[in-house]
């Protein structure tokens, strides 16, 4: 197994242990695996993605409102995409 993979497989398996959490936040429309944006712009790192509603600045979370930028060494992405309607 590649270095690479093996770090996929981590992220996998620290996505699943904390989805629920990360999920029980205010905004939160979603929990996936990604490239993390920097800059505006996709980089090659690989990131657990918390999708919100709108991003808020930390000034206006309370403690527990916040999102980590890393869980148990993996890094943590918060983006913007708005509601998320289901589709019949």
Same mark, same amino acid.
């Given at each position: 197994m590649t270095?690479?993979?093996?770090?996929?497989?981590? #992220?996998?398996t #620290?996505? /699943?242990?904390?989805?629920?959490m !990360?999920l @029980?936040? *205010?905004?939160?429309v &979603?929990? &996936? =695996?990604?490239? /993390? $944006?920097?800059? /505006?712009?996709?980089?090659?790192? %690989?990131? =657990? %993605?918390?999708?919100?509603s $709108?991003? !808020?600045? @930390?000034?206006? !979370?309370? @403690?527990d409102e !916040? =999102? *980590?930028?890393? =869980? +148990?060494? #993996?890094?943590?992405? #918060?983006q +913007?995409r708005?509601a $998320?309607?289901?589709? &019949?």
């Amino acid at each position: 197994m590649t270095e690479s993979s093996s770090f996929l497989e981590k #992220v996998k398996t #620290v996505k /699943r242990a904390h989805e629920a959490m !990360l999920l @029980a936040k *205010p905004n939160v429309v &979603g929990v &996936g =695996i990604g490239f /993390r $944006i920097q800059g /505006r712009q996709h980089s090659k790192n %690989i990131a =657990i %993605i918390v999708m919100v509603s $709108i991003k !808020l600045p @930390a000034s206006q !979370l309370k @403690a527990d409102e !916040l =999102i *980590p930028t890393e =869980i +148990e060494g #993996v890094p943590v992405d #918060v983006q +913007e995409r708005g509601a $998320i309607h289901a589709q &019949g």
